[in-house]
């Protein structure tokens, strides 16, 4: 079975990915724009007929744009707790409100969807309520953590059983502290319920890579506080100081903001 994976918009604009099979996939927050999303998977022959849910992280506006038209005009089941239901509904951006659509999910608590089996798990942030995803499918693990203020014990373990890696590099600590962001901004972003800065993401992956991990895609990356060359040097600095060599150890991509990446088959 070949799986499909290629993000759609990765940032503080907006955040929306896709993972599937031939036939059928699901996406994984809906941040941008209908059309956006719309346009950018019939431009990789995705028809918008196979997208079979929506799992969402987290209730803040650049995850949850869609999620509205998505699950009450395309009648496409849009999953997350509880409590991120009632975020998303609650939220300015949401202009149609979720009623047919909603399903719930326990965290840590596994459902299968099809060939998929998925696990949410916690991860700290400032939503309502928040969550990371694990998705198994043909044998290939993929873990996605867009939002997370510090890796916990618990993001840890699906860290560490991912072969796919989506993982934040929101921040660069020095572009941060000396960037334009009044002071209450930085000590959220920086905070245990805010962002990931590059060198704390970068030591973490050096210190817990595994031999089975074979893609590192960084994400969310900030438009003020970051570059995609300065997250990617970082991480890569910090591997090949443990011995690990991009590009034949594992790979590693910084995923752009407003720009879809490749889409990968694997």
Known sequence: MKVKFISLGSGSSGNCYYLGTETYGILIDAGIGIRTIKRTL????????????????????DHIKAVGHLGEKLNIPIYTTARIHEGINKSYCVTEKLQTSIRYLEKEQPMQLEEFQIISFEVPHDGTDNVGYCFEIDGKVFSFLTDLGEITPTAANYIRKANYLIIEANYDYEMLKMGPYPQYLKERISGPTGHMCNADTAEFLADNITEDLRYIWLCHLSKDNNHPELAYKTVEWKLRNKGIVVGKDVQLLALKRNTPSELYEF
């Open 42 to 61: 019939k431009e990789v022959n995705i028809s918008m007929d196979s997208i079979r849910a929506v799992f969402i992280t987290h209730d803040h506006a």
